[in-house]
């Protein structure tokens, strides 16, 4: 199972990911997916938000991408930022319950 935790109170923004979703080991779509999701948002992150902190930890079972806005406008395009991939991830979650878990 993958849990995804994605949170943000203030200017701190922050997505991680534990786990391994066991659908197809070795040909595994929902980590695939979810995957996908944390490299588009360590992507946005990196080329989107001018200023701020941003920490990024990959290894394998676990994905983290933080980000410290230092204005409110670059908290603003980080929530959207973090709001779509929130979106994505409910999606697998809804469609591969027993496989990820978004909290």
């Not at 991939?85 to 978004?102: C, F, K, S």
């Amino acid at each position: 199972m993958i849990t995804v935790k994605i949170s943000y109170k203030e200017n701190v923004f922050r997505a991680v990911t534990d786990g391994h979703a066991d659908f197809n080991p070795g040909n595994d779509i929902v980590c695939a997916s979810v995957s996908a999701l944390m490299f588009q948002l360590k992507g946005a992150v990196e080329n989107l938000l001018d200023g701020g902190g941003k920490r990024y930890r990959a290894e394998p079972g676990h994905f983290e991408v933080k980000y410290i806005a230092h204005n409110g406008d670059e908290g603003y395009k980080a929530s959207i930022i973090y709001n779509s991939i929130i979106i994505g991830m409910l999606q697998i979650a809804e469609t591969y319950p027993d496989h990820v878990r978004v909290t």
